[in-house]
């Protein structure tokens, strides 16, 4: 079965390509999924993070961690998603899946983020005030209201 991303999953991925750009960047990574989400103040992740971080030092404190080239990319069109990116959506439409939902939004992306060991997000949003299980409960709880 296939899984449409709802509007707001498919703006926030608009978003994560343009500070992709904006950074200089070749391709869309994980960081910048959350760049996109943040970047996009809506949806049941961003009403999360709004919750549970200083959602106004988030931004900048995720810029200042990426690396920034001087050089706007040469691609046209969309950037291509980095391996642990693609992984990231890929995971979240299983997510999307095994809770029998038609779509996937913005939450199951984040809740793969966040499960992402290895990654500077977890880190980052706790320096910028989460409590990262009570941030997993809500994006879990917010399943009960979906976005479009």
């Known amino acids: 079965m296939r899984l449409d991303f709802t509007e707001t999953l498919s703006a ?15 391709f869309v990574g994980t960081e910048h999924l959350l760049l996109g989400i943040v970047a996009g103040k809506a949806g049941d992740a961003y009403r999360a993070l709004e919750a549970e971080t200083n ?3 988030l931004l900048p404190a995720l810029k200042k961690v990426l690396p920034k080239d001087s ?40 809740l793969t983020l966040l499960a992402d060991r290895e990654s500077v997000i977890g880190p980052l949003l706790a320096e910028n005030g989460a409590d990262l299980e009570e941030l997993r409960g809500l994006l879990k709880r917010s399943g009960e209201i979906h976005e479009k």
């Open 55 to 57: 959602i106004e030092q």
């Open 12 to 26: 926030a991925l608009i978003h994560a390509d343009e500070q992709a750009r904006e950074l200089g960047q070749e």
């Open 71 to 110: 050089e706007p990319p040469l691609i046209t069109g969309r950037l291509p998603l980095s391996p642990k990116a693609q992984r990231a959506i890929n995971t979240a439409i299983s997510l999307a899946q095994a809770a029998s939902l038609p779509s996937v939004s913005t939450r199951f992306v984040l």
